[in-house]
């Protein structure tokens, strides 16, 4: 499972508890959802603190493979990657045709 997946469902979790928990107080329905929001938010900070680091690695993993895909793609365009070999003469360098 992905530390993203985890992390939004133990958010989504929280909530939940939070808002069971306040659902027993007797209070305007709307302000029962904000106290959850809130609370929830607030306890997520704290309790999945290594779901949420967790997450942020594998993005930053994600994004570094991203940079470098694209860094090889444009050198691959631009035509900087293929070096000469010298059994293949179509790649041979001007110098020595």
């Known amino acids: 499972m992905s530390a993203a997946l985890k992390y939004t469902l133990g958010r989504i979790g929280l909530f939940v508890a939070v808002l069971a928990g306040l659902w027993l107080v007797d209070m305007n329905v709307f302000l029962k959802l904000m106290l959850a ?30 940079r ?8 691959a365009l631009a035509g900087e990657d293929q070096t000469p070999t010298p059994d293949d003469p179509t790649q041979a360098p001007d110098s020595q045709r």
């Open 37 to 66: 929001l809130v609370f929830s938010a607030a306890l997520s900070f704290f309790l999945l603190r290594g779901w949420r680091d967790e997450m942020a690695g594998e993005i930053a993993e994600a994004a570094e493979r991203r």
């Open 68 to 75: 470098t895909e694209k860094e090889r793609l444009r050198s």
